[in-house]
């Protein structure tokens, strides 16, 4: 069925450095891609989406590119701040349904 | 524009008692779902309902659970007999069109059955 396979955690990274989450899918369609943000004690927000191969998403310094030859949507920023500290969940439409990640929970230290 | 709203943000029940968790969709939209989120997992799609429909609830347990959403009023989840694996956090979502689309979530509640 489908699903989506997300890094596991948790990650922590010193403020500035280089952040990448791994996102890896499965599906027998032709899904749209996302990638949320959970902050403590909140709900979900949307960070960025891809609805097709090649698409890149982008939001607040973070990107991710929808790659159809490799099955992945993985998360990338190039400098982390201490407020990007949260956890982070891939999913994908199909469907109905949306199929969630695990999540990745980031801590990033000043 | 008011987001999605959930309430109660937290219930403690007794194990045998009821559980109502409610949810308003943000104005606009139909369409809303329902996602449990134990601890150290992800969150897991329980069902999808738009006005008076249950589209899919594939994801919700055949017993105890029940979901609604009807004509007026907020889409309620609806746990009877709770049970202490029942403690999880219950998060709603809705969006304006089908499932392919951009889900708003509430901030949810946070179940925990004694």
């Known amino acids: 069925g489908d699903s989506v396979t997300q890094m596991e955690g948790p990650v922590t990274l010193s403020e500035e450095a280089f952040l990448t989450i791994n996102c890896t899918y499965t599906?027998?369609?032709?899904?749209?891609l996302f990638w949320y943000v959970q902050y403590p004690g909140e709900g979900l927000q949307l960070l960025l989406k891809?609805?097709?191969?090649?698409d890149k998403g982008s939001n607040k310094g973070f990107e991710a590119t929808y790659r159809k030859e490799t099955t992945s949507f993985h998360l990338e920023k190039g400098s982390v701040q201490v407020s990007d500290s949260a956890v982070y969940f891939c999913?994908?439409?199909?469907?109905?349904?949306?199929?969630f990640g695990t999540g990745t929970s980031l801590t990033v230290i000043p | 524009n008011a987001g999605v709203m959930q309430n109660p943000r937290h219930l403690v029940r007794r194990r045998g008692q009821e559980a109502r968790l409610r949810c308003s969709p943000m104005?606009?939209?139909?369409?809303v779902y329902w996602y449990r989120q134990l601890p150290e997992e992800g969150l897991k799609f329980m069902v999808y309902?738009?006005?008076?429909?249950?589209?899919?609830e594939s994801g919700m347990p055949k017993e105890r659970f029940s979901a609604e959403f009807p004509k007026e009023g907020p889409s309620i989840l609806r746990i009877q007999q709770v049970v202490r694996g029942d403690s999880a956090a219950y998060f709603c979502?809705?969006?304006?069109?089908?499932?392919?689309?951009?889900?708003?979530f509430g901030p949810g509640t946070r179940l925990t059955v004694l």
């Open positions: 979502a809705s969006s304006r069109s089908g499932a392919n689309n951009e889900q708003f």
């Open positions: 599906a027998t369609g032709y899904p749209s």
């Open positions: 999913a994908l439409t199909a469907g109905n349904q949306f199929y």
């Open positions: 104005k606009g939209h139909s369409h």
């Open positions: 891809a609805t097709k191969a090649d």
């Open positions: 309902l738009q006005k008076e429909n249950i589209i899919d």
